[in-house]
């Protein structure tokens, strides 16, 4: 197999380097499915993500991949976008055309924004570039599961939404406004369907970061508002009199679509 553009298996620094407590509190372990060529890699994550209380299964190839991820038989799933026989993108692209909604984060040493954008448009949930620390990766899951818990809860419809005159398509990434294509980033439609799945509820700034970025880190609550007023101006009639994603002051926001 062709090495992976920018990929150094041996010489590069191991994928995360940094301990931290377990994060998810479970009493039946999650199954994760990790594919994965890396028998290094493969065999470090195993342990560790074991380790946190995850039932893990591997493929270390695309044929086998396919085969295991179309089973919907996983509460996750880890996914390199390099692998034989195949990549990761046509992997992810047909278990979704099955009909398996199983959160999908994509791992590649690829960085490049058209990469993130091409697996997240296939239907992946989130994308992590390697090297990674190890607290991360596992943020990034648990907020999937608890993304993924939530949509279950709420009954968010699988694969379509409508409000107005606005449709989006969940499966495609899609978002279309009086039939015109309306051009999202990644961050933009994770936050649309955040807002959706908790349509009439209160959400904080830090609820958002935490849900939509994945993670508790960094950016600063003026993130949300930047994004927001992006949305805003793409999805809203009248940006400077929103009816959809409406202001709840001293707290956050509210979807009203």
């Known amino acids: 197999m062709a090495a992976e553009p920018g990929r150094e298996r041996s010489q590069r620094r191991g994928p995360f380097l940094t301990e931290r407590p377990r994060i998810l509190d479970q009493t039946v372990a999650r199954r994760l499915l990790l594919v994965e060529d890396e028998p290094g890699l493969v065999m470090t994550l195993t342990d560790r993500l074991s380790a946190e209380g995850f039932d893990v299964d591997s ?14 038989g996983f509460d996750v799933i880890l996914l390199d976008v390099m692998l034989p026989g195949g990549n990761g993108f046509d992997i992810c692209r047909a278990v979704r055309q099955k009909g398996v909604q199983t959160p999908i984060l994509m791992l590649t040493a690829r ?52 409000f107005g005159d606005i449709a989006i398509d969940f499966r495609r990434a899609e978002v279309t406004k009086s039939g015109v294509p ?26 958002l970061l935490n849900e939509v970025w994945g993670y508790n880190a960094m950016p600063s609550t003026r993130t949300v508002d930047v994004h927001i007023a992006w949305l805003r101006q793409k999805i809203e009639d009248n940006p400077r009199h929103p009816q959809l994603i409406l202001t709840v002051h001293g707290l956050g926001y509210k979807f009203a679509g």
Not at 59 to 72: F, I, R
Not at 134 to 145: G, S, V, Y
């Open 182 to 207: 309306v051009e999202l980033s990644a961050r933009e439609f994770k936050l649309l369907r955040y807002f959706i799945e908790h349509r009439g509820a209160a959400l904080s700034r830090d609820e």
């Open 111 to 162: 960085g490049q924004v058209v990469d993130r954008v091409v697996g997240l448009k296939l239907g992946a949930d989130d994308y992590l570039v390697k090297p990674f620390e190890m607290a991360e990766l596992l943020a990034r899951i648990e907020a999937l599961l608890r993304r993924s818990a939530s949509t279950a809860a709420t009954g968010t419809p699988g694969d379509s939404h409508r």
């Open 59 to 72: 493929a270390s190839d695309a044929a086998s991949g396919l085969a295991k991820a179309s089973s919907g």
